[in-house]
Antibody
Framework: QITLKESGPTLVKPTQTLTLTCTFSGFSLSTSGVGVGWIRQPPGKALEWLALIYWNDDKRYSPSLKSRLTITKDTSKNQVVLTMTNMDPVDTATYYC??????????????WGQGTLVTVSS | QSVLTQPPSVSAAPGQKVTISCSGSSSNIGNNYVSWYQQLPGTAPKLLIYDNNKRPSGIPDRFSGSKSGTSATLGITGLQTGDEADYYCGTWDSSLSSYWVFGGGTKLTVL
C-alpha cells in the first residue's frame, strides 16, 4: 500500500532555510503520471499548496512562494525534498507531502502523509 | 485569501443533508475538475471526491459532488457525528502556469 512520511526539523529560526524530506513507499516516482506534492496548514487555518514534482522531473510551484521554494526528487531513495528559504514565523505550519495520481481525468492528491509541524521562532 | 471560496461553516442535525459550496473562476473550476477532501480533527486530509463527482474506493455514497460553471458542491446525506470535519475543495488553476489551489475550508458541525 502507499505510504508517505515527512521528516525534518521541528523548530527553525527566522531567516533560516527549511529542508523537509518526504520518504514514500508503495509507488515509484519513475512511473508515468505519478507526482509528489507538498501542502502546508498553519495552525487553525486552511490548506495551502506549495509545490509538486512529476515523474518526468516537471516541477510546479505556488506563484506566491515560488522564489523561496525548491523541490527535488531522488528516485532511487524514494524521496522528495522541499527547501524553503528565508523562513518567517508566518511559515509556522504542519507540512504534508502527498501522492499525486491520475485517478480519472485530472491528477489528484489521493494519499497523504501524517504531516510534520514546523515552528519558526527565535 | 484562498483562490476558491467556501463558506466558513455549515451545520445540520444527524440524519439530515448538507451541502458545501466552492466558488472559483474560469481559470480554475470553470475549466478543470474539482476534488474534495475531508480532514477529521488532528488528522491529514483524505480524498473524498475527484473528477467533480467520482468517489474513490471505500468512500460511501452518502458523499456526492457536482459542478456547474465556476462552482462546485459537495453533498453529504444521512449525516453522522463522525462526519464532523473540515472539508476542502481543490482543483488546478491555469491562470499563470498550471498549479494547484485549495478552497478556504468549511467546518461541518453535526448538531
Amino acid at each position: 500500500q502507499i505510504t508517505l512520511k515527512e521528516s525534518g526539523p521541528t523548530l527553525v529560526k527566522p531567516t533560516q532555510t527549511l529542508t523537509l524530506t518526504c520518504t514514500f513507499s508503495g509507488f515509484s516516482l519513475s512511473t508515468s503520471g505519478v507526482g509528489v506534492g507538498w501542502i502546508r496548514q498553519p495552525p487553525g487555518k486552511a490548506l495551502e499548496w506549495l509545490a509538486l514534482i512529476y515523474w518526468n522531473d516537471d516541477k510546479r510551484y505556488s506563484p506566491s512562494l515560488k522564489s523561496r521554494l525548491t523541490i527535488t526528487k531522488d528516485t532511487s531513495k524514494n524521496q522528495v525534498v522541499l527547501t524553503m528559504t528565508n523562513m518567517d514565523p508566518v511559515d509556522t505550519a504542519t507540512y504534508y507531502c502527498a501522492h499525486l495520481y491520475w485517478l480519472g481525468l485530472n491528477p489528484v492528491f489521493d494519499y497523504w502523509g501524517q504531516g510534520t509541524l514546523v515552528t519558526v521562532s527565535s | 485569501q484562498s483562490v476558491l471560496t467556501q463558506p466558513p461553516s455549515v451545520s445540520a442535525a444527524p440524519g439530515q443533508k448538507v451541502t458545501i459550496s466552492c466558488s472559483g473562476s474560469s481559470s480554475n473550476i470553470g475549466n478543470n475538475y474539482v476534488s474534495w477532501y475531508q480532514q477529521l480533527p488532528g488528522t491529514a486530509p483524505k480524498l473524498l471526491i475527484y473528477d467533480n463527482n467520482k468517489r474513490p474506493s471505500g468512500i460511501p455514497d452518502r458523499f456526492s459532488g457536482s459542478k456547474s460553471g465556476t462552482s462546485a458542491t459537495l453533498g453529504i446525506t444521512g449525516l453522522q457525528t463522525g462526519d464532523e470535519a473540515d472539508y476542502y475543495c481543490g482543483t488546478w488553476d491555469s491562470s499563470l502556469s498550471s498549479y494547484w489551489v485549495f478552497g478556504g475550508g468549511t467546518k461541518l458541525t453535526v448538531l
